[in-house]
C-alpha cells in the first residue's frame, strides 16, 4: 500500500541544518495496521508528514520515495498530491483543535472537503454522507455537531469529527500522527478501537504514530522503531516485543511501567541533530556499544521478517540456540 524508500527531511535553522529524518524505510502493506515508535525528537511525525506533504520552510525534504498505489507521493505537485490526499489517503493528527476552523461550522468543513474531490456535490448529498460518517464514529446527536462550531465539542469528540472526514471517502490508507494524545485514557480506547473497526475489512491500512508501546501491542500488525531519524529495527510486533534485537528496544520495553515493578528509566539524550555522528547514533547511550560503534554506521541485518541496524544485536532465537550448542 505504501513504501517509504530512503526518505530525508532536513530544517535549515540559524545553528547549522537540522537532520531530521535520515534515510528512513519501511512498508505499509494492505490490510495491516503498522505502528511507528521512538522517543519524542526522533522524527516519527516529521516522517510521515514528509509524505503527505505537510513539510514547510524552513524544512524540506531532500530525497527518497513514498510510493503508494504505485505513485511517488514525494514527486507529485501539490494538485496532483491534493487528488489523492482526503481521496485515498486520510489523515489524523494529534491536537484536533489545531486542525478544525474555529470560525466554520462543522458542515462547512465537510463542504469543503467534498467540495475539493467532488466540485458539483450538492448540499443535500454533503449533508447526508456528513451524517452518516458521524454516526458511524459513535457521535450521538450528529445534526447537533453539524451546526456547532469546534469550540462546542469536548477533546474526544472533536477527534471523532476529524477520524470522520478522515474516512468520509473511505481511503485506501489512514495515517494517524499520535491521535490520541490530548484525550484521558477511556477516550483513548474509544478512539483506538473506533479506527479498529472503522478500518475492518477490505485492504484498508493504518500508519501509526505513537509513543505508547502498549497501544502498537494491541493494535498493530507490525512495528518501526525510528532512533534519531533513523529506523532501527522493524519486524512483526510480537516477534519484535518479544525478543528485541536492537538495544534501543530492548531500552523502550525496558521504561514501559509494569505493576510492582520500578521503571527503568534511559540515560543520556538524543544526539545532535546538526552535528551528526558518524557512526550508530544510539552509541553514546548503548551498553554494547564497542569502538566500531562510534566510527562506522551499522548495516542493516535482514532475518526473514525482521531487520535491524546494529554492529552487536542480540541473537535471534534460533540463532540463540544454535550459539548455545555450539
Not at 156 to 169: C, P, S
Not at 308 to 317: G, I, Q, R
Request: charged share 25%.
Amino acid at each position: 500500500m505504501l513504501e517509504l524508500r530512503e526518505v530525508s527531511t532536513v530544517f535549515n535553522t540559524r545553528r547549522g541544518t537540522v537532520h531530521a529524518v535520515n534515510g528512513v524505510s519501511f512498508d505499509v502493506p494492505a490490510g495491516r495496521m503498522v505502528g511507528v515508535v521512538g522517543e519524542s525528537g526522533c522524527g516519527k511525525s516529521v516522517t510521515v508528514r514528509s509524505v503527505i506533504g505537510l513539510i514547510r520552510p524552513p524544512g524540506r525534504v531532500t530525497g527518497g520515495q513514498a510510493l503508494f498505489e504505485g505513485h511517488d507521493l514525494l514527486a507529485m505537485r501539490r494538485r496532483e498530491l491534493r487528488r489523492v490526499l482526503g481521496a485515498r489517503i486520510g489523515f489524523v493528527g494529534q491536537q484536533p483543535f489545531a486542525s478544525l476552523n474555529p470560525v466554520l461550522s462543522i458542515e462547512e468543513q465537510f463542504a469543503n472537503l467534498v467540495w475539493a474531490h467532488r466540485p458539483r456535490a450538492k448540499r443535500p448529498e454533503i449533508r447526508e454522507l456528513a451524517l452518516r460518517k458521524l454516526q458511524e464514529t459513535g457521535i450521538a446527536g450528529p445534526e447537533r455537531v453539524l451546526r456547532g462550531y469546534a469550540h462546542q465539542l469536548s477533546g474526544g469528540m472533536a477527534q471523532r469529527v476529524l477520524i470522520a472526514m478522515a474516512m468520509a471517502f473511505d481511503p485506501a490508507l489512514l495515517i494517524a500522527d499520535e491521535p490520541t494524545t490530548a484525550l484521558d485514557v477511556t477516550v483513548q480506547r474509544q478512539i483506538l478501537d473506533l479506527i479498529r473497526r472503522l478500518l475492518a475489512g477490505g485492504d484498508r491500512s493504518m500508519l501509526l504514530v505513537t509513543h505508547d508501546l502498549g497501544v502498537v501491542a494491541q493494535y498493530c500488525d507490525a512495528v518501526v522503531v525510528m532512533y534519531a531519524g533513523k529506523v532501527v529495527e522493524k519486524g512483526p510486533v510480537r516477534d519484535v516485543f518479544r525478543r528485541p534485537r536492537h538495544p534501543y528496544t530492548a531500552a523502550l520495553l525496558r521504561a514501559v511501567p509494569r505493576p510492582g515493578q520500578r521503571i527503568k528509566g534511559l540515560g543520556g539524550t538524543l544526539p545532535d541533530l546538526v552535528d551528526y555522528p558518524g557512526g550508530c547514533p544510539y552509541a553514546a547511550r548503548c551498553e554494547r556499544a564497542s569502538e566500531v560503534c562510534g566510527a562506522v554506521a551499522p548495516e542493516v541485518e535482514r532475518v526473514r521478517e525482521r531487520e535491524v541496524s546494529c554492529h552487536h544485536p542480540a541473537l535471534e532465537e534460533g540463532t540463540a540456540r544454535v550459539a548455545a550448542q555450539a
